[in-house]
Every structure is written in structure tokens, then in C-alpha cells.
């Protein structure tokens, strides 16, 4: 179901869109509501949630076709293989300075000048965007 609304005047337009497999598009309104309201219910093929559009139909008898989810995402995947590679590498580096070279306490973190000063070039990354943003916005530039 979707909604229009006017701003000028207090009328609605509600479409509602119906799934029919044998239908290109067939229309029909119903009579204004005393609420000033539009009713209009849309049957069409392309209504249908998956397979009943142009291409192939996995079962045109069935428009009403379930999405099974077959494992992963791609997105899952790499962000599972981010946090396991993270995890190796923290302790992997721990492991090493410590026993290999012999450093303690904060002297054990991996690439510790590296892990420093990143919050400041987070920083200055958000700075340099929001005044690019700023400038083009800005209007002309001073002489």
C-alpha cells in the first residue's frame, strides 16, 4: 500500500498494488471516500514480490515465490574474515614482541606509533570532507 498526500488541500491517495500473474496492468478506482480520500487498486504481473517480472520465472504458476538464503553474504564473509585477520594479526604481534623481543607493558602492542595516531587522521579526514562540502556550498571564493 502506498500513500500520496496533498499539501494544498486535505486529500489522500492510497494505491494499493495487488499481485496477479495474468495481468499486465488493470486499474480500478473507487469512489471518493467522505474523508477525501482515493482508493485505487493496482493488479499487475509487476506487482508480484519475485519472478513474475520480465525474465525468467522460477515457478509462473506460483508468484508468491520464498527467497531461501543459501549461507553467507558476501558482506558477512569479508566482515567475518576482517575480525579473524584483526585477531591474528593483534596477536600474533603481541606474541612476538613480547617473547621474541622482550617488550613489556605498552611496548607490546603492534605498530603502536601507527595505532597513535590514527584517531587524528580520523579526525582530519572528517575535517577535509566537511570543508570540501563547505566550500562548494560556500557560494564564491575570497579575493
Given amino acids: 500500500m502506498m500513500l500520496y498526500?496533498?499539501?494544498?488541500?486535505?486529500?489522500?491517495?492510497?494505491?494499493?498494488?495487488?499481485?496477479?500473474?495474468?495481468?499486465?496492468?488493470?486499474?480500478?478506482?473507487?469512489?471518493?471516500y467522505p474523508?477525501?480520500?482515493?482508493?485505487?487498486?493496482l493488479r499487475s504481473r509487476y506487482a508480484c514480490f519475485l519472478g513474475s517480472g520480465p525474465g525468467p520465472n522460477p515457478d509462473p504458476g506460483?508468484?508468491?515465490?520464498?527467497?531461501?538464503?543459501?549461507?553467507?553474504?558476501?558482506?558477512?564473509?569479508?566482515?567475518?574474515?576482517?575480525?579473524?585477520?584483526?585477531f591474528v594479526y593483534t596477536t600474533s604481534g603481541i606474541l612476538f614482541l613480547k617473547f621474541y623481543k622482550k617488550a613489556e607493558g605498552k611496548e607490546i602492542i603492534p605498530n603502536k606509533a601507527?595505532?597513535?595516531?590514527l584517531p587524528g587522521f580520523i579526525k582530519d579526514g572528517f575535517i577535509f570532507t566537511y570543508q570540501g562540502i563547505k566550500h562548494k556550498c560556500g557560494g564564491y571564493e575570497k579575493v
Fill in 114 to 117: 601507527f595505532w597513535v595516531v
Fill in 62 to 86: 506460483n508468484p508468491h515465490v520464498e527467497i531461501e538464503v543459501d549461507g553467507l553474504s558476501i558482506g558477512s564473509i569479508i566482515t567475518i574474515l576482517f575480525f579473524v585477520l584483526l
Fill in 5 to 32: 498526500t496533498t499539501t494544498s488541500t486535505a486529500r489522500q491517495t492510497y494505491v494499493k498494488l495487488i499481485c496477479d500473474p495474468n495481468k499486465e496492468a488493470d486499474i480500478n478506482g473507487l469512489p471518493e
Fill in 35 to 41: 474523508d477525501l480520500s482515493y482508493h485505487i487498486e
